[in-house]
């Protein structure tokens, strides 16, 4: 017997979760009184949620899991009046490597029906709460999502997050007219906005849609593709981190189509008959990109979209790669399944196909992305246009070698704490002259350098026989990552791959001023 099963755990039937059933039956009683669309909806979240997930309901008041006391909706919702909430649900995420921990724990933890205190340190542990509150205003009860994030897991009566939560995100559901729902993030209740998806967490944003579906067609035909896409094993993270929508709820909710979505957020109101056969993701990544689409793009893109999909976007090896993240493009994902690099190669890939597709839209020369069917036939396109942007510098952009950049303050941090030997590139001169040094197309993250969007350093080393390299930093979420440390023509060697060890490191113990406050 493993520990969950001491405890009285049992295995879900739908998806490997840990499931403390008993009081199951009243919280979907609770949930066809305040809204009967809320009882399918929760049902598919079970189904698709974090296999690894650890759910129990109504937790505080069943810890058990049985309702001895046989409590009724209605002493429930007395109990909201009461108490200000209850909790209804708790679903806390953990990776596999955690899942084993905890099955392996020592059986003696329990024992003679005495529960003992346990508590588990991560990385990372995410916890999603799933509320009742009443609105005094409108006198109705309303669905409360919160959602934290912590380090350590404890378990004394049910599970737990313990010790200080680092993020928090919180969703209210409106009862009444679900695209009314509202967030706030980061713990008090400040101020409330409304529900919008871009950078809401992936339970909240997967149960605002199945609401959703049932009063719009818009939402009814996202949430059938989504279901496609969550049967091949994709997790609900995985997800909404490639498949995000990016506008307001309560704007949304005036489409009926996917069309009229994308004319209307888009400057290219080209919509054809090949966009109507092809996925939500990948239009979404078309629209962006319309300066490399074409007819031939168009029609592979149609033929090849489920290999686009599930060979690049949802590819294990892929698809957790920051690089893949940061740099989710169209034409990313569109070469990087004809190119098919390994693994290792992934992100030296997609900073070529991305270094090459920039410089050609800079220069207004046409590209063809399905002319390109190698690695070796993509670096050939990308020196071309390497060649021709640093030409027409010497020639036409006199204002751009005599600019000096203006850093913003979130850099300060890594600027004042870099060692000296690594030269902050602070003016278009030195940008050029590095690009020229190095054979490489730095001069071309001039625009990206003076919006603020990262930082470029050379380095140069007494190893290797004075070997220069040249390394961008970005900053995300608060954190400073090296997004490229390149040598000469772009190659990387033992050197370099040590160096860039070595400046991750540094830079994890260097927060944004903002993200130390």
Known sequence: MNYYEKLGWKMGKENEIFLKKGSEKLFFEILERLNPNYVEA???????????????????????????????????????????????????????????????????????????????????????????????????????????????IGYENCFSLVERTEIEEIVQINSNDVFETVKSRYGYIRKQFPFDFMDAFAIPSFIVIEIAKEKNYFFKDFSKEMKQILNTGTDLKTFFTYFQLRERLSII???????????????????????????????????????????????ETVEKKDEIIQNVILNDKYSKSSVLQYYFTFEVCFLLRRIKPSPEKLSEAIQLINDTCVMAGELEIPLDLTK??????????????????????????????????????????????????????????????????????????????????????????????????????????????????????????????????????????????????
Not at 115 to 123: A, F, M, T
Not at 125 to 151: P, V, W
Not at 419 to 431: F, P, S
Request: glycine letters at 2%.
């Open 42 to 152: 929760f049902k598919e979240l079970l189904k698709y949620i974090n296999k690894n997930s650890i759910v129990s309901f109504i937790p505080d008041f069943f810890s058990d899991g049985k309702n001895e006391e046989n409590q009724t909706c209605d002493d429930l919702m007395e109990m909201v009046e009461k108490n200000d909430y209850v909790e209804l649900m708790s679903i806390i995420e953990i990776t596999p490597y955690d899942k084993k921990r905890l099955l392996d724990l020592d059986e003696a933890i329990v024992e003679k029906g005495i529960r003992l205190g346990i508590c588990l340190n991560s990385d990372n542990f995410k916890k999603t709460c799933i509320n009742m509150r009443k609105n005094f205003d409108t006198k109705s009860y309303e669905l409360e999502i919160i959602t934290t994030q912590s380090h350590c």
């Open 253 to 299: 909710k005036e489409f009926s189509s996917k069309k009229e979505y994308f004319t209307k957020f888009s400057e290219n109101q080209n919509w054809n008959k090949y966009h109507n056969k092809i996925p939500f993701v990948l239009n979404a990544l078309l629209f962006r990109s319309s300066y490399l689409i074409n007819e031939n793009v168009l029609r």
């Open 372 to 517: 390109i069917n190698s690695e070796k036939n993509l670096r050939k396109k990308h020196d071309k246009f390497s060649k021709e942007f640093k030409l027409r510098a010497r020639l036409r952009e006199k204002e751009k070698l005599e600019t000096v950049f203006e850093f913003p303050e979130k850099f300060n941090p890594v600027i004042e704490n870099m060692d000296a030997e690594y030269e902050l590139i602070k003016d278009g001169k030195r940008l050029l002259e590095e690009g020229e040094k190095q054979r490489n197309c730095v001069f071309s993250y001039f625009k990206k350098i003076t919006e603020g969007k990262c930082l470029i350093y050379s380095l140069l080393t007494e190893e290797n026989s004075a070997t220069r390299y040249t390394i961008e930093i970005i900053e995300r979420n608060g954190k400073f990552e090296v997004a490229q440390f390149l040598g000469k023509f772009n190659e990387k060697d033992a050197t370099s791959i040590k160096l860039e060890v070595e400046l991750r490191e540094k830079l994890k113990n260097i927060r944004t001023k903002a993200n130390n406050v």
